[in-house]
């Protein structure tokens, strides 16, 4: 069984995964996916999310329509983000996607360019344990030391090499990290004067995790995420945002990493 601790500034206790469950449940279709709205169609990312929460709270799900949306899943289509998300699914619930294989075969992991898909690539190679994917992807990173001046960048590229066993300079990357942490506790994709965001939070909490460092003030992130929740038992991007699977699940991780650093 999955459970929460409890301190002064988290509201979600054991109790409460009943209501996030039936947030997660609202939000599935009819023909086993689940969905951004209780009226939009089901996608793969909403599925992946809905199915994650699920396993992060321990609940009992099987649902073999839910197999047959992941199986009916366009493969042209298939970007790196949703080969490591079909992959990841594949792996905590043993669910038999046949075609997986072969598209992560035919994926150019060569012709990667971009923080956020060195970021999911490195990822899907440490979930299949692909020593190829992970030479092709070590051969790109032209340098050691993530310098952008955006934050989600900046985490993209340390998570991944992180998970590639490339070298950094743990302190230096987690004070930069730290320095997109507002007065409201949350993480903001600039350091000076741009709005707290859910996905920011939860992205710096993931690499700070990675390089064993704690954010400047821990229980001021745990209150940031917690004013994101809804009454519907969901979480937003912000106090005033419709709640989402998405940011349900990045609240839900974030709260669960926090706790883990408090023990450091």
């Not at 150019?108 to 899907?124: C, M, P």
């Not at 909490?205 to 745990?222: F, R, T, V």
């Amino acid at each position: 069984m999955s459970y929460f601790l409890k301190n002064s500034r988290m509201k979600i206790f054991l109790h409460k995964k009943e209501e996030i469950y039936s947030f997660v449940m609202s939000r599935k279709q009819p023909e086993g996916g689940f969905s951004f709205a209780e009226t939009t169609p089901a996608t793969l990312e909403d599925t992946y999310y809905a199915l994650q929460l699920i396993y992060e709270m321990h609940m009992n799900y099987n649902d073999k329509k839910t197999d047959q949306f992941l199986l009916s899943i366009d493969r042209k289509s298939l970007m790196v983000k949703h080969l490591f998300q079909l992959a990841h699914l594949r792996k905590i619930f043993n669910t038999r996607i046949p075609y997986l294989d072969e598209a992560i075969q035919r994926y150019s992991f060569d012709k990667i360019n971009d923080s956020e898909s060195l970021y999911y690539a490195s990822k899907l190679a440490s979930i299949i344990g692909d020593n190829k994917i992970t030479q092709s992807l070590k051969r790109m990173v032209s340098e050691a030391r993530p310098t952008d001046v955006l934050l989600s960048k900046i985490c993209w590229k340390t998570i991944a090499l992180s998970k590639l066993r490339i070298n950094l300079n743990e302190k230096v990357v987690a004070r930069k990290i730290r320095k997109f942490q507002g007065c409201d506790g949350g993480f903001s994709f600039r350091e000076k004067g741009a709005p707290s965001f859910i996905e920011e939070t939860c992205l710096a909490i993931d690499a700070l995790m990675e390089l064993h460092q704690k954010p400047k003030d821990i229980p001021a992130c745990e209150y940031f995420v917690d004013l994101c929740r809804a009454n519907n038992g969901g979480y937003g991007r912000q106090s005033t945002t419709v709640p989402t699977l998405d940011s349900t699940y990045k609240a839900i991780i974030t709260l669960k990493n926090l706790m883990k650093m408090r023990k450091w």
